[in-house]
């Protein structure tokens, strides 16, 4: 068994973050991803361009804005950039910190270098993924809905 950190702490037990994923999942990934701070302000996505990765929140909170919709929040232990990394073309939204915020950087090239080496990381990290968009798809259909 790896070593628990904080950060991994964090990530492991959010409740709308990557949830089929082990702590030694958490370990390689925490070992290969790079480490980013954005102050209050910053652009973590961009609507329209192309992230070429995904960001798993340590600390902070962003706002997500999408057109046409009140915009919704995201801290700890939830991820960013998901939709852009899936189909690989521009993001759908602005991902704005609203304060300080830590994240995770996992490009495409290491997650799949990881999943080549530990494909049951793969196919976790991808249900994990599908689980989070529906979640959020059906946050979109039905707003007043009680989310597990």
């Avoid at 999943?115 to 976790?124: D, I, V």
Wanted: a positive charge.
């Amino acid at each position: 068994m790896l070593k628990a950190t904080p950060d991994l702490s964090v990530l492991a037990a959010a409740k709308h973050g990557l949830i089929y994923l082990t702590p030694n999942d958490w370990a390689l990934i925490a070992d290969k991803a790079a480490r980013r701070q954005f102050q209050a302000g910053e652009i973590l996505v961009q609507r329209e361009r192309r992230i070429h990765g995904i960001f798993l929140l340590l600390k902070g909170t962003a706002e997500v804005q999408i057109a046409a919709q009140a915009p919704r929040y995201i801290g700890p232990g939830e991820v960013c950039g998901e939709i852009s990394f899936l189909d690989e073309l521009p993001a759908t939204a602005h991902v704005v910190a609203k304060e300080t915020v830590e994240a995770y950087y996992l490009d495409r090239a290491t997650l799949q270098s990881l999943f080549e080496l530990f494909p049951h990381l793969g196919s976790r990290f991808y249900h994990s993924l599908a689980a989070i968009l529906s979640r959020r798809l059906r946050q979109v259909i039905d707003p007043v809905q009680k989310q597990p």
